[in-house]
């Protein structure tokens, strides 16, 4: 039994109810599947896996450590605390409060070029609290969950870096190996934060993943996407005495999102339109003086996201005036489409067929058919294999903030599947999983994020081609963000624990 595997049954036994069932063993736990390519005679790569499958433990702590602490976007602080002690601990030096923003951070180690880049990611997902069972139950109701995998993320990343870090000392390699923590991708977009204060600057390459229903190299687009605020100014009255005093923002954001799900009628098939009403006052017997809507827009391109978001916000000022209210349209995160890299992707896919996919058992199966028991139909089963990659880039229907990043730097890309039946992301099912047979994507990710990396720092010529490709792509082509210039970082405050 290895030590990884049963720090993880001892975990999940201590947060798991008398209702769960069927929970993988420890002994279903393998770092990749038994149908892996051998391990490859690069001797520093066969070094690197070595000393990532020996250290899955910390590995494996750390990732259930951030799962059992949720945050939200800007938020993270136990998270990003996590991540820096592990990275300082293994000799990176930490920069704190990076871009104004008290969870984001970048860890460094080496010096000079090319400096190689990962990113990670932080927060959960508001409302998806829960036990890492095969029933809805959450931990805390209503609480933040991990139901897109961020914590496997942070932990395999960091874990990738100190085995790159272990590559450049011990080869005496040039270069810089650097960990970006990102915080908000779910809401705000905190790499872009990140970027306009200038921390991407000297990075040649970005390398990053997500666990997914699949293992493979993301050679595709994005959609670009967009956050706005709409709030609307009324005048708040008694609504039965003096009605006619008062002008309801309520019915002002009502009229918007109907004028908005007419629009949908005239939008491409691939664009997509969602919101939730934020604030829609506080008792029917008082006209609400303040509403407002939270949207988030998605299109393939940018440049069909702006005319999105201008064609929303003129259905917002209709819905002012007919409301004789006063309306503010704040656009708060904009994400262009993620750029895919040929080059890149090609070293990627050739890592992970050295590397292989998570090997799930006959308990992890039935552990995740009792969490889709009450779905309709069979099950999908995820690809045993590496699914192969495509001759040209796909189009996927997710968006994230690494967008604008990737349209200025390289940016390579890889998911590996997270069980062995595909989960939705953001359910509660994808947060349970997170906690259990999750965790085999981990080493999956850590090795072949390594292993790219370190093909970056002994190929110049792998550097050299992902930048021309990036240069190719993009082609002279620009986009206006749609955010404002000089816009003050979101700071939150940690609440105060009280024992």
């Given at each position: 039994?290895?030590r990884?595997?049963r720090?993880?049954?001892?975990?999940?036994?201590?947060?798991?109810?008398?209702?769960?069932?069927?929970?993988?063993t420890?002994?279903?736990?393998?770092?990749v599947?038994?149908s892996?390519?051998?391990?490859?005679?690069?001797?520093?790569?066969?070094?690197?896996?070595r000393?990532?499958?020996?250290?899955?433990?910390?590995?494996?702590?750390?990732?259930?450590?951030i799962?059992?602490?949720p945050?939200?976007?800007?938020?993270?602080?136990?998270?990003?605390?996590?991540?820096?002690?592990?990275?300082q601990?293994?000799?990176?030096?930490?920069?704190?409060?990076?871009?104004a923003?008290p969870?984001?951070?970048?860890a460094?180690?080496?010096?000079g070029?090319?400096?190689?880049?990962?990113?990670?990611e932080?927060d959960?997902?508001?409302?998806?609290s829960?036990?890492?069972d095969?029933?809805?139950?959450p931990?805390?109701?209503?609480?933040?969950?991990?139901?897109?995998?961020?914590?496997?993320?942070a932990?395999?990343?960091?874990?990738?870096?100190?085995?790159?870090?272990?590559?450049?000392?011990?080869t005496g390699?040039k270069?810089?190996?650097?960990v970006?923590g990102?915080p908000?991708?779910e809401?705000?977009?905190g790499?872009?934060?990140?970027?306009e204060a200038?921390?991407?600057?000297?990075?040649?390459?970005?390398?990053?993943?997500?666990?997914?229903?699949d293992?493979?190299?993301?050679?595709e687009?994005?959609?670009?996407a967009?956050?706005l605020?709409?709030?609307?100014?009324?005048?708040?009255?008694?609504?039965?005495?003096?009605?006619?005093?008062?002008?309801?923002?309520?019915?002002?954001?009502?009229?918007?999102?109907?004028?908005v799900?007419f629009l949908r009628?005239?939008?491409?098939?691939?664009?997509?339109?969602?919101?939730?009403?934020?604030?829609?006052?506080?008792?029917?017997?008082?006209i609400p003086?303040?509403a407002?809507?939270?949207?988030n827009i998605?299109a393939?391109?940018?440049?069909e996201?702006?005319?999105?978001?201008?064609?929303?916000?003129e259905?917002?000022?209709?819905a002012?005036?007919?409301t004789?209210t006063?309306v503010?349209?704040r656009?708060?995160?904009?994400?262009?489409?993620?750029?895919?890299n040929?080059?890149l992707?090609?070293?990627?896919?050739d890592?992970?067929?050295?590397?292989?996919?998570?090997?799930?058992?006959?308990?992890?199966?039935?552990?995740v058919?009792?969490?889709?028991?009450?779905?309709?139909?069979?099950?999908h089963a995820?690809?045993p294999?590496?699914?192969?990659?495509?001759?040209?880039p796909r189009?996927?229907?997710?968006?994230?903030?690494?967008?604008?990043?990737?349209?200025?730097?390289?940016?390579?890309r890889?998911?590996?599947?997270?069980?062995?039946?595909?989960?939705i992301p953001?359910?509660?099912q994808?947060?349970?999983?997170s906690?259990?047979?999750?965790?085999?994507?981990?080493?999956?990710?850590a090795?072949?994020?390594?292993?790219?990396?370190?093909?970056?720092f002994?190929?110049?010529?792998l550097?050299?081609?992902?930048k021309?490709?990036?240069?190719?792509?993009?082609?002279?082509q620009?986009?206006?963000?749609?955010t404002?210039p000089n816009?003050?970082?979101?700071?939150?405050?940690?609440?105060v624990?009280?024992?």
């Amino acid at each position: 039994m290895r030590r990884g595997a049963r720090f993880f049954t001892v975990f999940v036994l201590a947060l798991a109810t008398s209702k769960t069932q069927a929970q993988p063993t420890a002994s279903s736990t393998h770092p990749v599947s038994a149908s892996a390519a051998p391990v490859p005679v690069d001797p520093d790569k066969t070094d690197m896996f070595r000393w990532i499958e020996s250290n899955d433990t910390g590995m494996n702590k750390l990732g259930l450590e951030i799962w059992s602490t949720p945050e939200l976007s800007f938020r993270e602080f136990k998270t990003s605390r996590a991540v820096m002690q592990y990275l300082q601990q293994n000799g990176f030096a930490v920069e704190k409060n990076a871009a104004a923003m008290p969870t984001a951070f970048v860890a460094t180690f080496g010096s000079g070029k090319p400096v190689v880049a990962f990113w990670l990611e932080e927060d959960a997902l508001m409302g998806l609290s829960q036990k890492p069972d095969t029933v809805r139950e959450p931990i805390t109701p209503g609480a933040p969950g991990h139901a897109c995998g961020h914590n496997l993320i942070a932990a395999s990343t960091a874990t990738a870096a100190v085995a790159v870090k272990n590559f450049l000392q011990r080869t005496g390699t040039k270069g810089t190996i650097r960990v970006y923590g990102t915080p908000a991708e779910e809401a705000g977009g905190g790499k872009e934060y990140m970027r306009e204060a200038g921390l991407f600057k000297e990075v040649d390459i970005m390398l990053g993943w997500h666990p997914s229903s699949d293992t493979r190299s993301q050679f595709e687009y994005t959609k670009a996407a967009a956050e706005l605020h709409v709030h609307f100014q009324g005048v708040s009255s008694h609504a039965s005495v003096s009605p006619d005093q008062g002008r309801n923002a309520l019915h002002a954001v009502e009229l918007m999102d109907t004028g908005v799900n007419f629009l949908r009628e005239q939008l491409k098939e691939d664009a997509r339109v969602s919101y939730v009403i934020s604030n829609g006052g506080g008792q029917p017997n008082v006209i609400p003086a303040e509403a407002e809507s939270w949207y988030n827009i998605r299109a393939n391109k940018h440049e069909e996201l702006a005319d999105i978001v201008q064609w929303i916000s003129e259905i917002a000022n209709g819905a002012a005036m007919m409301t004789r209210t006063h309306v503010t349209v704040r656009v708060d995160n904009d994400e262009a489409e993620v750029l895919p890299n040929g080059p890149l992707a090609k070293d990627i896919q050739d890592n992970l067929r050295l590397v292989g996919t998570p090997d799930f058992s006959a308990d992890d199966k039935a552990y995740v058919r009792k969490m889709l028991s009450e779905e309709k139909g069979e099950p999908h089963a995820i690809r045993p294999e590496v699914t192969p990659l495509p001759d040209a880039p796909r189009q996927e229907a997710y968006s994230t903030d690494l967008g604008n990043v990737s349209w200025r730097i390289p940016t390579g890309r890889l998911s590996v599947a997270l069980a062995p039946y595909a989960l939705i992301p953001h359910s509660w099912q994808f947060a349970a999983a997170s906690a259990s047979v999750g965790l085999r994507s981990m080493p999956i990710a850590a090795k072949t994020l390594a292993a790219t990396a370190i093909d970056c720092f002994k190929r110049p010529a792998l550097v050299e081609a992902a930048k021309k490709d990036l240069q190719d792509r993009t082609n002279g082509q620009t986009y206006l963000l749609l955010t404002p210039p000089n816009r003050p970082v979101p700071v939150y405050k940690e609440p105060v624990t009280r024992q």
